[in-house]
Nanobody
Framework: QVQLVESGGGLVQPGGSLRLSCAAS????????MGWYRQAPGKQRELVAM???????NYADTVKGRFTISRDNAKNTVDLQMNSLKPEDTAVYYC??????????WGQGTQVTVSP
């Protein structure tokens, strides 16, 4: 059973930066896609950034130019560098990993709060 463990969340002021990390443990396979979703209070979970083998990288329009996703296939880790954070980035951030066509795995979530 694969487990995804996130770290790096916290409280930051607007304009600040945070780096989220996600490490896969357990039965480690080569994931066809890894990325990050987020869910703000009262809202649906939404894609933030995703790296997919053969398809490249995809970002939500709201984070383009501010967030950067990176992945280490050898270690099955995926990081999210978040710069120029805004209050509307406040959410629980979830790591996602999938070895298509199997169902995806999800992390437990890490809270990111952007507030003065």
């Amino acid at each position: 059973q694969v487990q995804l463990v996130e770290s790096g969340g916290g409280l930051v002021q607007p304009g600040g930066s945070l780096r989220l990390s996600c490490a896969a443990s357990g039965n480690i396979f080569s994931f066809s896609s890894m990325g990050w979703y987020r869910q703000a209070p009262g809202k649906q979970r939404e894609l933030v950034a995703m790296m997919t083998n053969g398809l490249g990288t995809n970002y939500a329009d709201t984070v383009k130019g501010r967030f950067t996703i990176s992945r280490d296939n050898a270690k099955n880790t995926v990081d999210l560098q978040m710069n120029s954070l805004k209050p509307e980035d406040t959410a629980v951030y979830y790591c996602y990993a999938r070895r298509s066509p199997a169902p995806p795995y999800w992390g437990q979530g890490t809270q990111v709060t952007v507030s003065p």
